[in-house]
């Protein structure tokens, strides 16, 4: 078992930047992934950027409102934590923010992700 915890959810106007942390614990060498994911009141659950084992890999969400070039993945394994950093934020990335584990890399799929924290709300606005 893999449990995860994030933590740095807010409130921010549009323009302005937020860090998220995703402590993990248990069985994290059972992981290949880390990855955070994003859900909108009314909407279904997004991928928004995976980060390797390693941290030399990094993979992000690349369609509408594309986050690629604003948000940035990393991790410390010394720490166990994986880190999503949100830069020039708007309106619509406000959503309740996950972070999740699983073993197979590059997928964007929920289904693909095995363990699963409990969310932290983003929320920006003027």
């Known amino acids: 078992q ?3 915890v994030e933590s740095g959810g807010g409130l921010v106007q549009p323009g302005g ?3 998220l942390s995703c402590a ?3 069985r994290t060498d059972s992981t290949n992934t ?3 994911f994003r859900q909108a009141p009314g909407e279904e659950r997004e991928f928004v950027a995976a980060i390797s084992w390693s941290g030399l890999m990094t993979y992000y969400q690349d369609y ?3 986050v690629k070039g604003r948000f940035t993945i990393s991790r410390d394994n010394a720490k166990n934590t994986v880190y999503l950093q949100m830069n020039s934020l708007k309106a619509e990335d406000t959503a309740v923010y996950y972070c999740a584990a699983g073993a197979k890399w590059r997928s964007e799929y929920v289904s693909d992700y095995d363990y699963w ?3 932290t709300q983003v929320t920006v606005s003027s």
């Open 24 to 26: 993990a614990s248990g």
């Open 117 to 119: 924290g409990q969310g």
């Open 17 to 19: 930047s937020l860090r």
């Open 34 to 36: 880390m990855g955070w």
């Open 64 to 66: 509408a409102n594309s």
């Open 2 to 4: 893999v449990q995860l």
